[in-house]
């Protein structure tokens, strides 16, 4: 017999969690229960997100990573595949909102890290792409497979990953469909730093909070040269380059880093 009092259990909102510690901006990927899958409509909370730590001024840089141990990322949750599949509008509207999303991680002015742990295949593996650094614990698992399910890899995403990574070593990514290893990963430029799963939240901190005390102005005028130099020559900005540029020279933040340089102590930057 049923308890007349129980509560009928409810599934986990799908959603990616936003916190702020000192000046980093935490985007956590929080549906653990599927491998921190991504759901529509965390793809499409994901440039509300992202708005929310550039326009804070006390966020210096952008974390992104997965709730638990298991998984930075599977790829797109598939449960939701009836639904977001059902009609020619709905593949549009599912499709608008990953490419938004991405769109939103690879251009939003601040510096973004992905922090990886586990598993980091598919959309998961785009998302992670779309960051301007990756680290990973020396456990973590890479892969891309579309060519084991039968889905066509699109323009896009192809020419973000042969810009990131190469001609090379895309082929084999797309073309095997293999898990690529955390070791390997580095060597292939996927990881830019590689920990150990003992190591690896202190280092993966203190990873952060160097980027974090960094000159703000500084970072900012290096983000947008890295966005100017994904876009075709004839597309480019370079005046907005410049311009940030000038403005971090003009800045008290200037002065600061060389009195700290010249008196040998660590900075204190403010962003003005």
Request: charged share 25%; hydrophobic share 45%.
């Amino acid at each position: 017999m049923s308890n007349p009092h129980s509560v009928p259990s409810q599934p986990p909102a799908r959603r990616i969690r936003y916190e702020v510690e000192g000046a980093v901006a935490r985007l956590i990927i929080d549906q653990p229960q599927r491998m921190n899958a991504m759901a529509l409509e965390m793809w499409e909370s994901l440039p509300d997100l992202l708005a929310r730590a550039e326009q804070d001024p006390a966020v210096v840089c952008i974390s992104l990573e997965g709730e638990g141990e298991r998984a930075f990322c599977a790829g797109a949750d598939i449960s939701q595949f009836g639904d977001n599949r059902s009609s020619a509008d709905a593949v549009a509207r599912y499709d608008r909102a990953v490419e938004a999303g991405n769109r939103a991680l690879a251009e939003v002015s601040k510096p973004t890290i992905a922090v990886i742990r586990g598993i980091c295949f598919g959309g998961g593996f785009g998302l992670a792409l779309c960051c301007d650094l990756r680290i990973a614990r020396d456990d973590a698992r890479f892969r891309i497979p579309a060519a084991r399910l039968g889905l066509g890899y699109g323009f896009k995403g192809t020419e973000l990953l042969v810009r990131k990574l190469g001609m090379g070593p895309v082929a084999d990514l797309l073309l095997s469909a293999r898990i690529i290893g955390a070791d390997e990963a580095k060597s292939m430029g996927i990881v830019n730093a590689l920990f150990t799963r003992e190591a690896f939240e202190q280092e993966a901190a203190a990873y952060l909070a160097r980027i974090a005390a960094n000159a703000p102005l500084t970072l900012k005028a290096t983000k947008r040269a890295l966005i100017e130099l994904t876009r075709d020559e004839t597309a480019r900005d370079i005046s907005a380059v410049d311009a940030l540029v000038s403005q971090a020279f003009a800045s008290a933040d200037y002065l600061e880093g060389q009195a700290a340089f010249r008196d040998k102590r660590d900075p204190v930057f403010k962003g003005k």
